[in-house]
């Protein structure tokens, strides 16, 4: 139990475009999902926590208008990197538990941007 | 504000030797510490939550301790399938997020 699918693993863009991330908890209803970014041979750093039905909460130095996090339902969130640059290039990953504890993690998302 | 250092930030083990890796941590209100396993280019996989100094958890060759200020996880016996980055994350307080360590790279040589 308590799988969550994030997709796309890996996605290459041109400078200046948005991006899409979904994370799905597949069994399991989540209210509260996070969105992590990691960059090579670091560990996770927490960017934003996504509400089912409200505003994301994002952690200082995370621009909110950069990184657009849409939690429309209880088994989907979204992170969409706008107006892409070379240094957003990274890895994204989407946690989500169904009872606050024991967090899973999604396999993640390769961004490249070029 | 919470703290979580992970030592050595690398270990190179041959298979067989057995060894600890270390979380210390400072927090206020610990909720719960969590050991994961990541492999490249993959997310985190889930090994083991700890709630309470003193409480101990086995998987494998693998087993999770907990005080009041670290946690250690023993690799028994290593094979070259353990070698990964292994991820200690702490829940505190109020909050539902974790915040990692940065991570332990392990490499098991034959």
């Known amino acids: 139990g308590a799988v969550v699918s994030q997709h796309p693993s890996w996605v290459i863009c041109k400078s200046g475009t948005s991006v899409k991330i979904e994370c799905r908890s597949l069994?399991?209803?989540?209210?509260?999902m996070f969105w992590y970014r990691q960059f090579p041979k670091q560990s996770l750093m927490l960017m934003a926590t996504?509400?089912?039905?409200?505003?994301?909460?994002?952690e200082q130095g995370v621009e909110k208008d950069k990184f657009l996090i849409n939690h429309a339902s209880l088994t989907l969130s979204t992170l969409t990197v706008t107006s892409a640059h070379p240094e957003d290039s990274s890895f994204y990953i989407c946690?989500?538990?169904?009872?606050?504890?024991?967090?899973?993690f999604g396999s993640g998302t390769r961004l490249t941007v070029v | 504000e919470d703290q979580v250092t992970q030592s050595p930030e690398a270990l190179r083990l041959q298979e067989g030797e057995s060894s600890s890796l270390n979380c210390s941590y400072t927090?206020?209100?610990?909720?719960?510490l969590f050991w994961y396993r990541q492999d490249p280019g993959k997310g985190p996989e889930f090994l083991f939550t700890?709630?309470?100094a003193g409480e101990e958890k086995e998987k494998e060759r693998l087993k999770a301790t907990l005080t009041k200020k670290e946690s250690f996880l023993h690799i028994t016996a290593p094979k070259p399938e353990d070698s990964a980055t292994y991820l200690c994350?702490?829940?505190?307080?109020?909050?539902?997020?974790?915040?990692f360590g940065a991570g332990t790279r392990l490499t098991v040589k034959p």
């Open positions: 946690s989500a538990s169904p009872n606050n504890y024991g967090y899973t």
């Open positions: 069994d399991f209803q989540a209210t509260t």
């Open positions: 996504s509400n089912e039905g409200s505003k994301a909460t994002y």
């Open positions: 927090v206020s209100g610990l909720r719960g």
């Open positions: 700890l709630y309470s």
């Open positions: 994350a702490v829940q505190a307080g109020g909050n539902n997020d974790m915040r």
